[in-house]
């Protein structure tokens, strides 16, 4: 049922899409003799290289081995939140009487409705990454598979494309798992999630990070059975206890049966089910179920490009190994985006091209490390930050006092019935700037973009305090914080 | 119900005083009621056939100088009681085994009441172990007398000295939470503050296997500094994580490094932790039957397991037992009878006046005058709220503690005594007030 080649797309916009993304009758452009600057991936990072090279009048090739718009469009983000969305309507038919809505029925998800949905968003959406919108540009895109031949040039197909500046950005996939038997058994990843073409009545989701819990939720409120496993203590490791708790409690109401602390020993087949054999803190059991979707991270893209021979380093953990200006072991060489930043996230990747292209063509310096992120988890509530939390304060020993305000004190959160989670807004103690800001919330996904702007404006507390916001709006209850922090000022003094 | 109203009419009525010397005194009593004398086991709860929890052995051993210096029970008896627990969990059996009663000094978090054996596959708990060796060490304390007195505080000694709490670090920086023989170490992933703080200071202030100083720092390293519901706070949710160190350690003036920076205490702290209560309360946005600023109590404990249904369409659950915290969650409107009164050493007048609101208003939770774990008015069952059948130990043990505490400040007095104490607390980088004067 869910070989990647049997894409649900097919019928519903799929030769729009690939028209986009990757056309049938592209014709290879004739390579230069030297490029100012060759990328190789067309995702998100290697997009916004590309035209912010153009911009400077650099000559560009772009190489891209599947299709443009890299993990965000085809596999990640897009197709991800578009079934957020799917979930979300269900949900929100399921919740309707407490609005006002006289009895409703139970409503069932059209898997192959939803899918449907998601297709014609994606071909939409394609059309900001189309080859011959790129091409237009005057970026010469190189369908193929891209292979460093030394340090100064990179093969694709039968061109060999020799370049002043590199910058790799192929992004990441899906982390293998270990787990014994599960690749026997058949599971699913984000890679193969969107072909999906029945819905599961049963699934298992193996990992709490952010794709994972979101798509346990959407899954639940499509009407799944959904079991989430996580190895660790909580959802979200890299989200502060309070908002991965809120986390847990929301997923529980949808439906979730959610195990922390639960290693997975083995998945197997037995009358026709797939069973998943866990252990949770010596308790030994066993779920079946019909699908499961492995969810434990993802790793970089380097496979085939033959990074030793350019002396490009990885890391670890298997990253292209960077500097804060994004320049690798090898000088003329870059990278951006998911391949080398241990934050896997469009909006970085992005970010981050542009950023390669400004220190590899003279530009003054500007430091990865300097910018200000935010990223959200798209569960409901959504779950966002940017900047610091209270442990990189405390390491960098900057004093830190939280302003907090709940979104149950939040007349919008209340009038819409959306009152699950907070603002939390980290500020340096003894000044009125803001470090850090975590926020719970139905939009957090929209509301964080706030406190980046305020944080990039360094605008602190107190003029945050007398910005007026439309009222009701959820927005407001990062007025209120600020609020309260001038209020804890006038309480200070003596 | 026409009988326990009929009592806590009397109860009532009692000035301030009498009131609490009634109501400890029947918390006490739990001791009495449901312990193996002949081991000192404390059942966890009232209900039959429950394990001992060696957390409710430690508030036992520390309430029995309490009840001595009341009146309530001899000097010799209760010291051959405090004995008597102390001989069998020194001669108890300590291996990787996974059926003993422990393994490098720690204990198993429930032992069966008749031999002291592992029960429920549980966890060598080192937060539990830390509440049983600081009820032993109370004892050792107050036992300062001569004959079975000197043993008794030999064996405490002895028994606090073998734990081998550098083993618990598991080659990490801060304690693991817990082993099981099955499976090792456990990680909870406790992040912020909690109960915990006794736990270091013993750790951290053992003569034979101390801990490093720095892994205080360590723990307290995930700390949030928080102004909450326009309350300056250093925020856990659950009532009792705010009250379960303080039952021995007075912390009124004594700051470690975090709480030198933000210019407060963990006594505080707790004043904090309440006015938050009471405000959340107050503010009640879930709507919950019987919230005010003088009933609250929002904390670890029984509520209505098996009663998992939608109370409204945005699917609104009730939990069983369950760590509960206010205003962040989980909240589903059960509340801790016990709990408001558990706080009377910090806050008085509020503690008393909403025991007294709770008394008038529900006084089915209180039986015997001693409180239940939980109710939860929401949930009504025979036109009367959930209430939670029985008794908790820890429950008995808490309130008896901090009732003396507020009467008397007689454990914070014998605490303060403590070498081990002040050690464990000045190495983890505590000072001012009392731990600047001399023992």
């Avoid at chain 1, 991270?297 to 890391?315: H, K, P, S, W």
């Avoid at chain 2, 108890?92 to 422990?102: F, I, N």
């Avoid at chain 2, 429920?120 to 172990?129: N, R, V, Y």
């Avoid at chain 2, 609104?316 to 206010?326: I, N, T, V």
Wanted: aromatic share 8%; glycine share 10%; proline share 4%.
């Amino acid at each position: 049922m869910l070989p990647e080649e049997r894409d649900p797309a097919a019928g519903h916009g799929q030769a729009a899409f690939l028209e986009r993304v990757r056309p049938s009758d592209w014709r290879t452009p004739h390579a230069r003799a030297l490029y100012d600057l060759v990328i190789v991936g067309g995702g998100p990072a290697g997009h916004a290289a590309a035209i912010a090279a153009r911009a400077l009048g650099l000559s560009v090739a772009l190489i891209e081995r599947d299709r443009l718009g890299g993990n965000s469009l085809n596999k990640g983000s897009v197709p991800s939140k578009a079934l957020v969305r799917s979930g979300r309507a269900l949900e929100a038919i399921v919740n309707s009487q407490a609005f006002g809505a006289s009895a409703v029925g139970d409503p069932l998800a059209d898997i192959g409705l939803v899918m449907q949905r998601m297709c014609r968003i994606r071909t939409r959406i394609a059309e900001h990454w189309s080859a011959k919108g790129l091409a237009a540009t005057g970026v010469d895109v190189f369908f193929g598979r891209a292979r460093f031949m030394d340090e100064t040039s990179v093969a694709v197909d039968a061109a060999q494309l020799r370049f002043k500046k590199a910058l790799v950005a192929t992004g990441a996939q899906p982390r293998r798992s270990e787990i014994a038997g599960l690749e026997d058994v058949g599971h699913l990843t984000s890679a193969t999630l969107f072909h999906l073409q029945s819905m599961p009545k049963r699934l298992a989701v193996i990992g709490g990070g952010p794709l994972g819990c979101e798509m346990a939720q959407a899954f639940a409120h499509m009407g799944s059975k959904v079991t989430i496993l996580q190895d660790e203590p909580k959802f979200l490791p890299q989200e502060e206890r309070d908002a991965a708790e809120i986390l847990s409690l929301s997923l529980a109401r949808a439906g979730v049966d959610t195990r922390l602390n639960t290693q997975i020993t083995a998945a197997r087949r037995a009358n026709g089910e797939k069973i998943i054999d866990a252990n949770n803190v010596g308790v030994e059991y066993s779920i079946a179920v019909d699908e499961i979707l492995l969810s434990i991270g993802r790793v970089a893209n380097t496979d085939d490009l033959n990074l030793d021979g350019a002396a490009i380093d990885r890391t670890e953990c298997g990253d292209i190994r960077v500097d804060d200006y994004l320049r690798t072991s090898n000088a003329d060489v870059f990278a951006a985006g998911d391949v080398c930043m241990p934050h896997k996230f469009a909006n970085i990747a992005e970010a981050t091209g542009r950023m390669a292209v400004h220190n590899a063509f003279g530009g003054e310096p500007q430091r990865h490390g300097a910018l200000i992120i935010p990223r959200c988890t798209f569960c409901d509530p959504e779950i966002a930050h940017v900047g610091m939390h209270i442990w990189d304060a405390h390491r960098e020993q900057i004093p830190v006092k939280t302003f907090t305000v709940m979104m149950q004190d939040t007349d919008r959160a209340i009038i819409d019935g959306r009152d699950d989670g907070f603002v939390k807004i980290h500020v340096k103690d003894g000044s009125d700037e803001i470090i850090g800001a975590t926020i719970v919330a139905s939009r957090a996904s929209e509301m964080i973009n706030e406190i980046a702007v305020i944080m990039h404006g360094k605008i602190g507390m107190r003029a945050l305090a007398t910005v007026m916001h439309t009222y009701p709006a959820q927005s407001d209850a990062i007025r209120m914080a600020a609020q309260a922090y001038v209020k804890s000022l006038r309480l200070r003094r003596p | 119900m026409g009988a326990a109203r009929r009592i806590l009419t009397n109860t009532i009525d009692l000035p301030d005083d009498a009131l609490l010397d009634r109501l400890q005194r029947a918390a006490f009593a739990y001791f009495d009621r449901f312990n193996n004398a002949e081991n000192g086991l404390v059942a966890d709860t009232s209900r039959p056939n429950s394990p001992c929890s060696i957390a409710v052995v430690g508030f036992a051993l520390s309430c029995y100088p309490i009840a001595v210096r009341r009146g309530w029970l001899r000097r010799r008896a209760a010291a051959h009681q405090v004995l008597a627990t102390l001989q069998f969990f020194a001669g108890s059996a300590q291996s990787e085994q996974p059926d003993k009663t422990g393994y490098k000094g720690f204990y198993y978090h429930f032992l069966d009441m008749q031999h002291g054996r592992r029960v429920w596959q549980c966890e060598l708990s080192l937060i539990d172990t830390a509440l049983l060796l600081a009820g032993m060490l109370t004892a050792a304390l107050f036992f300062d007398g001569e004959g079975t007195e000197i043993e008794l505080r030999a064996v405490a000694h002895a028994l606090y000295s073998r734990v081998d709490w550098t083993w618990a670090l598991n080659g990490g920086d801060t304690l693991a939470q817990g082993w099981r023989p099955e499976t090792g170490f456990l990680h909870y992933g406790w992040e912020g503050y909690n109960e915990a703080t006794i736990l270091y200071a013993l750790a951290i202030g053992s003569p034979t296997h101390p801990l490093p100083a720095t892994s205080f720092a360590k723990w307290t390293f995930t700390y949030q500094w928080e102004n909450l519901l326009g309350i300056d706070t250093l925020y856990s949710g659950p009532l009792f994580t705010h009250l379960f160190s303080h039952a021995w350690i007075d912390f009124r003036g004594i700051r470690d490094q975090f709480m030198r920076g933000v210019d407060s205490d963990y006594f505080n702290n707790t004043k904090s932790a309440i006015a938050i209560q009471r405000e959340y309360a107050a503010r009640n946005p879930h709507g919950f039957i019987g919230y005010c600023r003088d009933l609250w109590g929002i904390t670890a404990g029984d509520g209505p397991r098996n009663h998992e249904k939608v109370l409204t369409p945005r699917d609104r659950r009730f939990y069983g037992y369950m760590s509960r915290g206010a205003p962040y969650g989980p909240d589903d409107g059960t509340l801790a009878p016990w709990a408001m009164l558990a706080t009377v050493p910090f806050e008085a007048a509020a503690a008393l006046a909403g025991t007294r609101h709770l008394l008038r208003r529900y006084p089915e939770v209180c039986i015997e005058d001693r409180f239940s774990s939980g109710f939860n008015p929401n949930e009504v069952e025979r036109d009367a709220p959930w209430l939670s059948e029985g008794w908790y130990g820890l429950d008995q043990g808490l309130l008896v503690m901090m009732i003396e505490n507020y009467r008397s400040g007689f454990i914070w007095d014998l605490t303060r005594g403590s070498s081990v104490i002040r050690t464990g607390l000045s190495r983890a980088g505590f000072s001012g007030g009392w731990l600047d004067d001399a023992p």
